[in-house]
């Protein structure tokens, strides 16, 4: 189910927060050791003080302090230089220096200059992530200060206790001291100091997510910084201000204050804060799911602080939460276990947990629930302990949302309730509303009809009042759910119509094809619930819909490649059946099928009818039938020899399949294809593997009566008729790499090039990724015959081998040509995972969006003789002036009458334009 959006950059921003306060801190406790000095004109001003920073021991201590004078002088100028060493990473230096200045001090018995050594030493350990050990430096110092009644002073050692108790998570004492600041500040008139600590106050509220409190926190401290003119001090307050007010979902108020405090920090020199400004507004944009403008600022922000490992572990963690909010779970859990590493590596307790909270939820997603729910309970204990109740209401809610998918509802519901009140106590609308949506889908599945009415009702009013696009399409979606169950399918159908708008707008927000089409896998099934209201309802409005929600659902990335850009995808990705049906030859008949439930369907389309054959045949037992074909071609592929030599029984067999196939999928339809002369499937799911065009009606195959092609969706075959077909006057390119599966690969490119005699060839050492990248931009035909590896573990890293090297989607990808027409003619080159959204993952999709206006490719592992007579007859065909679609049916016949098993002639099939 869905993370949540409004946190994923949440741990950047908070990082930026943690350094611009602790740069705050910093500056008011070395003022506070500077008063008792005199100002200094540079860092070092003695040959002494210029030689300690290099004693290395004790014992050179001790050498060095009986050769000089130490005075109160000398101190705070070796504090300053820790205060520089600090600041330009030379961490080892200034540690070590600390303890000198710690030395020198016990030296002269002073307890104020012991008490300003033991703050030095306590800034020094805190930068360097040791905030345990810090705070016994802090407590010795404010101990001394408060002995010697000097208040002012220990309140603003306070001030960084604060932030050291706020990275322990111990955010009781961290309060406390935020008291003791404020009211010591507001009694001793210290406008400014003030400010700052209710600026770092405000810290520890946004860690507890008690964002109301921050903004009030510094609300109260931007005014006191306008009183006294501290535009420095109001630059870094306006930040934090726009932060906690796009935690608060008040996203154009955050927006003016980013832009205010980018303003102030430029004028008053503060360049690294105006820049961070910028990356804020990024943060706001995410919050928006801009996803792909976040992971861009992820990117500039791991090159600009390459040595910053608590800033690269904040990388890690966020991106490892944009994974999971567009379904790549598995790179989720990979990125958060890294900064899970990272941040233990330098104790950071509050974001290991939130690291412990994505790997939970990720492997909820993949279904992996014993090891979720140990994470679960690991990230809800230790934000419990922490006293951070609104994040262990959260990881509740999740492991809710696991428990839905268990069949758990009642105790889904149970922990959605608790969550829900969590949220309200700090006014959380968002995540309060996404908790009502979970317990709707709960009582929903009990059957609690009224009880998910009531709990839709309140995430209505909460989203109208907090609106964020990850809950609108989620709240619409439900509300159609419950519509339906009630028998009002007219309301359904506008909730469901309004959760796809409103995930669309998301997704088109999104610039990436691979995040794209991962973002939509756990999306479809509104589609679906959309079609099903659709053909329940039935009128011929409604059935266009339905065929128009079809197509919006299926291969969506595919067809933003091939739109060329998600702009031009704002016409093309949305054809109506008018769009569809102008696009088809005048005797040509588009085949759509679809899959609701167990439920088969098929969208028949001519350019004078419309026909919707509902619930042809059950899904289940296509399948099934579909696995008897699967398992007869592996069979005789494994062993053609014993299949030959029963010939007659093996061909029997297979058309025994092929005819119960053709039963489901085209006896029902068949009236519709009475004047047809062409036929374009669109198949869905398993379908993408079957070969319509060997489909056995009992006397004939279906190729023998019609030519036929392929197209992921009617839109796609839509855009292959419009889009500009390459000249055929460029020569064709013919690429072999044989081997020893496919020994006479090099006899097939010699065989096509007879027939096509302008053609250039390479063969063996001369086919190579180079070859190809140059040849292909000019080549009318494309023919390459290699052995193609299909990956289904990851598709896109299917590939095809040439004699240097394997070239896989991504290489494909990059390639461009104006080719007509794109043959491969290895084993298996058309094999494609099929993922939720219909998308087709393989090699077909380079060579798609490369510019191919046709491919013909493989479904299963080819004979060596066979295809290289088939590519000849193919190509003679086509150089007698047949159309594509005519000639690799007159081809595949040809074959047919020497080798009738359809495992011979049948393989390869036309995806695209035929003509």
Not at 29 to 41: F, G, N, Q, Y
Not at 449 to 460: H, I, K, R, V
Not at 604 to 620: E, H, M, P, Y
Not at 734 to 761: N, W
């Amino acid at each position: 189910m869905k993370a949540e959006p409004r946190e994923v950059l949440e741990q950047l921003v908070r990082s930026v927060v943690a350094k611009a306060i602790a740069g705050s801190l910093r500056d008011e406790c070395m003022e506070a050791l500077d008063e008792r000095s005199t100002s200094l004109p540079q860092l070092v001003p003695d040959s002494a003080a210029r030689d300690i920073p290099e004693v290395s021991f004790t014992d050179e201590l001790r050498d060095w302090k009986r050769q000089h004078e130490v005075n109160d002088r000398f101190i705070s100028e070796l504090m300053t230089a820790v205060r520089s060493l600090l600041d330009s990473g030379k961490f080892d230096s200034a540690n070590r220096l600390s303890d000198w200045c710690l030395e020198l001090a016990d030296t002269l018995g002073d307890a104020m200059v012991r008490a300003r050594a033991a703050v030095t030493k306590g800034i020094t350990l805190a930068r360097t992530s040791e905030n345990a050990k810090a705070l016994s430096y802090f407590d010795e110092a404010i101990r001394l200060y408060d002995e010697a009644g000097d208040e002012l002073s220990s309140a603003k050692v306070r001030l960084n206790r604060i932030e050291c108790y706020r990275q322990l998570t111990r955010y009781d004492e961290a309060l406390q001291d935020g008291k003791i600041t404020c009211q010591v500040f507001t009694r001793l008139g210290q406008k400014q100091l003030l400010a700052r600590s209710l600026n770092n106050l405000g810290a520890v509220f946004f860690q507890l997510d008690r964002f109301r409190e921050w903004l009030n926190a510094l609300q109260e401290g931007g005014k006191l910084l306008q009183e006294v003119g501290d535009d420095k001090s109001l630059s870094m307050v306006y930040w934090n201000q726009a932060v906690a007010l796009t935690s608060l979902n008040r996203g154009p108020e955050a927006v003016g204050y980013y832009k205010l405090s980018r303003k102030l920090a430029l004028e008053t020199g503060q360049t690294w804060l105006a820049a961070t400004s910028n990356y804020n507004l990024g943060y706001h944009h995410y919050t928006q799911c801009e996803y792909t403008r976040a992971l861009d600022i992820l990117a500039e922000t791991r090159t600009a602080l390459s040595l910053d490992h608590w800033h690269l572990s904040l990388c890690n963690l966020t991106q490892s939460e944009i994974y999971l909010e567009i379904n790549m779970c598995r790179d989720a859990i990979r990125f958060a276990e890294a900064a899970y590493k990272g941040f233990e590596s330098i104790q950071k307790p509050f974001e290991v947990a939130k690291a412990v909270g994505v790997m939970a939820i990720a492997h909820s997603q993949i279904r992996e629930y014993k090891e979720a729910g140990r994470l679960f309970e690991k990230a809800r204990s230790m934000f419990k302990e922490q006293g951070n109740a609104v994040r262990a209401a959260a990881m509740d809610l999740h492991r809710g949302v696991m428990w839905l998918q268990m069949g758990r509802y009642t105790d889904t519901r149970a922990v959605a309730e608790e969550a829900y009140n969590a949220f309200m106590k700090e006014s959380i609308k968002p995540k309060a509303a996404y908790a009502r949506i979970v317990s709707a889908r709960a009582s929903l599945r009990l059957g609690e009809l009224e009880c998910a009415s009531n709990n839709a009702a309140d995430a209505n009013r909460l989203h109208g009042e907090s609106p964020l696009p990850w809950v609108g399409h989620q709240l619409h979606a439900v509300l159609g759910e419950i519509h339906s169950a009630q028998g009002d399918l007219p309301a359904a159908r506008g909730e469901f119509r309004q959760a796809i708008q409103e995930l669309e707008e998301v997704r088109s927000n999104i610039a990436a094809d691979e995040l794209r089409l991962n973002y939509l896998k756990d999306k479809v099934p509104v589609y679906e619930m959309l079609m099903t209201t659709d053909l329940r309802l039935g009128d011929p409005a409604m059935l266009e819909e339905a065929f128009e929600t079809a197509e919006r659902a299926k291969s969506r990335t595919l067809v933003d490649l091939l739109a060329g850009s998600v702009e031009a995808l704002k016409q093309a990705n949305s054809s109506s059946l008018e769009d569809v049906r102008q696009a088809l030859a005048p005797n040509a008949v588009l085949i759509e099928y679809i899959m609701t439930g167990d439920n088969v369907s098929a969208f028949c389309v001519s350019r004078a009818r419309f026909v919707v054959a509902q619930n042809i045949c059950s899904r289940a037992e296509l399948r099934k039938r579909f696995g008897f074909l699967q398992y007869h071609l592996t069979t005789f592929a494994g062993n053609p020899a014993a299949a030959q030599a029963r010939a007659s029984l093996a061909l029997a067999n297979i058309e025994d399949h092929f005819q119960k196939l053709y039963e489901m999928l085209i006896r029902p339809v068949e009236a519709f294809l009475v004047d047809a002369a062409s036929l374009v499937f669109v198949p869905f799911d398993f379908l993408h593997y079957v070969p319509f065009h060997a489909l056995f009606d009992g006397t004939a195959y279906l190729a023998d009566r019609f030519i036929i092609s392929y197209a992921p969706t009617a839109t796609i075959h839509r855009l292959f008729t419009r889009r500009e077909r390459g000249s055929n006057d460029g020569a064709a390119l013919l690429i072999g790499v044989p081997d020893e599966s496919a020994p006479l690969i090099a006899e097939e490119i010699e065989s096509i090039q007879s027939v096509l005699p302008e053609a250039r060839s390479f063969v063996g050492a001369g086919a190579t990724k180079e070859c190809l990248t140059r040849e292909i931009q000019t080549a009318g035909i494309i023919h390459i015959a290699s052995h193609a590896t299909f990956r289904p573990d990851n598709p896109m890293f299917s590939s095809l081998q040439l004699h240097d090297a394997a070239i896989n989607f991504f290489d494909i990808y990059s390639l461009r040509t104006s080719a007509s027409l794109v043959t491969l003619s290895g084993c298996g080159t058309g094999l494609s995972n099929v993922v939720a959204g219909d998308e087709l993952l393989g090699l077909i999709r380079g060579f798609l969006y490369a510019g191919a206006t046709s491919v013909v490719l493989s479904l299963w592992d080819v004979n060596d003789r066979t295809t290289a007579d088939l590519m000849k007859s193919f190509y003679s065909y086509l150089a007698a002036g047949g159309t594509k679609g005519q000639s690799l049916r007159s081809a595949m016949l040809c074959v047919r009458d020497e080798h009738p098993h359809p495992y011979y002639w049948a393989p390869f099939l036309l995806m695209g334009n035929p003509n």
